[in-house]
């Protein structure tokens, strides 16, 4: 069983907007700081938005800074992406992840595709 399901990901024009989710299955999202990840074709996997355990403290790649932004709602074991103003560059598959103390990222969803076309 995946313990995290990422939706929300689909095919948008430029300058839209886009939600993605990304739901537990068997694990409580509170007890754990979280991230968004994104990886497009023949790139290394990068680290987009994270938060922390109660959504206090967010940080931002600067690629998507003022565009992007990560929550959450633990009450619904579950975490969001709002992306606004969509750029063709920020097409790549979105996957979550849940951080542990240590700063390793253990828990990952299977991903969902974001296109933004031009």
């Known amino acids: 069983q995946v313990p995290l399901v990422e939706s929300g990901g689909g095919l948008v024009q430029a300058g839209g907007s886009l939600r993605l989710s990304c739901a537990a299955s068997?694990?409580?999202?509170?007890?754990?700081?979280m991230g968004w990840f994104r990886q497009a074709p023949g790139t290394e996997r990068q680290l987009v938005a994270s938060i922390n355990w109660n959504g206090a403290i967010t940080t931002y790649a600067d690629s998507v800074k003022g565009r992007f932004t990560v929550s959450r709602d633990n009450a619904k074991n579950t975490m969001y992406l709002q992306m606004n103003s969509l750029k063709p560059e920020d097409t790549a598959v979105y996957y979550c992840a849940t951080r542990g103390v240590l700063g390793s990222y253990l828990h990952w969803g299977q991903g969902t595709q974001v296109t933004v076309s031009s």
């Open positions: 068997g694990l409580t999202l509170s007890s754990y700081a």
